[in-house]
């Protein structure tokens, strides 16, 4: 049974920095395609960065410069450092794991992925 625990969300001021992540276990962390996906209340779960199997990284465009994805096969880990953080990126941020991703590419669907952690909390202040 494959399990994905995130950690690192918390509450922080504006221009501040987090750093998410996402331990993975029972699976073949190596062959996922890994990514971060966040949902605020009433809004659907949205795209905010994936890396490939061979760690090509990927970003929603209102996160490109300030938020780095990235991962460590050897702890079957996958990060996200969040800088200048704004108050509009605070949501429930989820890990989620894409069995059929390819080397080099992603896919910034959520039914694409399949399996999903339970989710940590960001909250950035104004």
């Known amino acids: 049974q494959v399990q994905l625990v995130e950690s690192g969300g918390g509450l922080v001021q504006a221009g501040g920095s987090l750093r998410l992540s996402c331990v993975t276990s029972?699976?073949?962390?190596?062959?996922?395609?890994m990514a971060w996906f966040r949902q605020a209340p009433g809004t659907e779960r949205e795209f905010v960065a994936a890396?490939?199997?061979?760690?090509?990284?990927y970003y929603q465009d209102s996160v490109k410069g300030r938020f780095t994805i990235s991962r460590d096969n050897t702890k079957n880990t996958v990060y996200l450092q969040m800088g200048s953080l704004k108050p509009e990126d605070t949501a429930t941020y989820y890990c989620?794991?894409?069995?059929?991703?390819?080397?080099?590419?992603?896919?910034?669907?959520?039914?694409?992925?399949?399996?999903w952690g339970q989710g940590t909390q960001v909250t950035v202040s104004a």
């Open positions: 890396v490939s199997r061979r760690a090509r990284a």
């Open positions: 989620a794991a894409d069995r059929a991703g390819g080397l080099y590419n992603y896919n910034n669907e959520p039914r694409a992925y399949d399996y």
């Open positions: 029972g699976g073949t962390f190596g062959t996922y395609v």
